[in-house]
């Protein structure tokens, strides 16, 4: 089956250490996205990717690092800048040209310091 | 800048009733719109989307919206709640065409009696 694979579903951080969060997907896409989920606050994007070896900031990436060396992988790294990285992190992709394109979602991973 | 405001953060309503949820948008372009919905400790999965084909979308599980340009509204409904229908729903405007980031609304939390 195609889709988007996150891992863990849960991870706990401590204070101060560098977490990595995993997203692949086996959908060819070239777009990947990475958006943090608060109660309350709807999803908000962190960094976005439309090719291999590229990425853009998104509205709060301050904290969080990204890359994109391989197209069906765009891991996340939650760095010790980030003062309050407890949230719900959702991965996805989308295709890309000259239609509309709706993103695909990943099952998440749910971030917590301890 | 585009911006997405759902208006009530929970909405209840009783099995068999109408369920309207509601999405208003401002975009500085023709709109690319999309609902999507939530389980608890889920990833996000796509009901309908607006690609200015028709204004009456329809999409999975007996939801449909329509978008009214003079309103700038693109509000959900379905005419029959179901208890499966509980969850969270989220509306979303793209910024274009191609690979698309979104901008989320903070969300609707559907509650269902019996």
């Known amino acids: 089956d195609g889709g988007i694979t996150q891992s863990p579903k849960y991870l706990f951080r401590k204070e101060g250490q560098n977490v990595t969060l995993s997203c692949e997907q086996n959908l060819n896409h070239d777009a990947m996205y990475w958006y943090r989920q608060d109660p309350g606050q709807g999803l908000r994007l962190i960094y976005y990717?439309?090719?291999?070896?590229?990425?853009q900031k998104g509205d709060i990436a301050e904290g969080y690092s990204v890359s994109r060396e391989k197209k069906e992988s765009f891991p996340l790294t939650v760095t010790s800048a980030q003062k309050n990285p407890t949230a719900f992190y959702l991965c996805a992709s989308s295709a890309t040209g000259t239609g509309v394109t709706e993103a695909f979602f990943g099952q998440g991973t749910r971030l917590t310091v301890v | 800048a585009q911006s997405v405001t759902q208006l009530g953060s929970h909405v209840s309503v009783s099995e068999g009733a109408l369920v309207l949820l509601r999405c208003n948008y401002s975009?500085?372009?023709?709109?690319?719109l999309f609902w999507y919905v939530q389980y608890p400790n889920q990833g996000l999965q796509l009901l309908l989307k607006?690609?200015?084909?028709?204004?009456l979308v329809k999409g999975i599980n007996g939801f449909e919206a329509e978008f009214k340009k003079s309103e700038t509204s693109f509000h959900l409904t379905k005419p029959s709640a179901h208890m499966s229908d509980a969850a969270e729903y989220f509306c979303?405007?793209?910024?274009?065409?191609?690979?698309?980031?979104?901008?989320f609304g903070k969300g609707t939390m559907l509650l269902v009696s019996p």
């Open positions: 990717s439309q090719i291999v070896n590229d990425f």
């Open positions: 975009s500085s372009v023709p709109p690319y």
């Open positions: 979303a405007v793209s910024d274009g065409a191609g690979y698309s980031t979104l901008t």
């Open positions: 607006y690609t200015s084909a028709a204004t």
